[in-house]
């Protein structure tokens, strides 16, 4: 069984699309994670929530609107799509105290033309 | 604010070949420290991890000492093999109480025959 399931795993879209990328764990931890990894492969935290409360939010441009319905889910929903949202987006969970491990999906490629 | 310094890449090695891939770190007080692996069309999995200074974290044949007088997090390997060639991210936790991994940017190890 997957334990951060995210999906799509690839997408391609145009330039001005919204589109959404889902995440799914089924380890029954409380915070969840978006990081975004960039073409030099340069790994930078997005979001964070914590029992479904946003309590991280990276300079992140405002067309990027986490959602969490429960603990076990955080979508993230992207407007207006930039050539510059090119990326590769890791949704991640991780439980209780700060330093325990973060895991991690395997990631969706989002491409943008 | 808190950040990780790792060695540029690409490193490239023969196989069997000793590895060491150097992290140094910044951050106040007793960050826990990572290293994650990231094999080619996929996502980050974890390494390896120390929570405080003098731990050594080690699996598959990897090692880290968490070193506090140093700041520094090295990842080694006594003998690499073709399929251990990936992007090695080194990886910190503060302490406190927002959950965030800042991360260095990624050392790529490329292992011949």
């Known amino acids: 069984d997957t334990a951060v399931s995210q999906t799509p795993k690839y997408l391609v879209t145009q330039m001005g699309n919204d589109k959404s990328i889902k995440c799914e764990q089924n380890l029954g931890h409380d915070t969840m994670y978006w990081y975004k990894q960039d073409s030099k492969k340069f790994l930078k935290i997005m979001f964070s929530?914590?029992?479904?409360?946003?309590?991280i939010n990276e300079t992140v441009p405002n067309r990027f609107s986490p959602k969490s319905p429960d603990k076990a889910h955080l979508n993230l929903h992207i407007n207006s799509l930039e050539l510059g949202d090119s990326a590769v987006y890791f949704c991640?969970?991780?439980?209780?105290?700060?330093?325990?491990?973060?895991?991690f999906g395997e990631g969706s490629w989002l491409t943008v033309v | 604010g808190d950040s990780v310094t790792q060695m540029e890449g690409p490193v490239t090695l023969s196989e069997e070949a000793f590895l060491t891939i150097n992290c140094t770190y910044t951050?106040?007080?007793?960050?826990?420290l990572f290293w994650y692996v990231q094999y080619p069309g996929e996502g980050l999995q974890l390494l390896l991890k120390?929570?405080?200074?003098?731990d050594k974290g080690s699996n598959k044949g990897f090692e880290a000492t968490y070193r506090k007088e140093t700041t520094s997090f090295h990842l080694e390997k006594g003998s690499v093999q073709v399929s251990d060639s990936a992007v090695y991210f080194c990886?910190?936790?503060?302490?406190?109480?927002?959950?965030?991994?800042?991360f260095g940017t990624g050392t790529r190890l490329q292992v011949t025959l």
């Open positions: 951050a106040t007080g007793y960050p826990s």
């Open positions: 991640a969970s991780s439980q209780g105290q700060p330093g325990n491990t973060i895991y």
């Open positions: 990886a910190l936790h503060p302490t406190g109480t927002a959950s965030k991994l800042t």
């Open positions: 120390a929570t405080k200074a003098d």
């Open positions: 929530y914590n029992n479904k409360e946003l309590i």
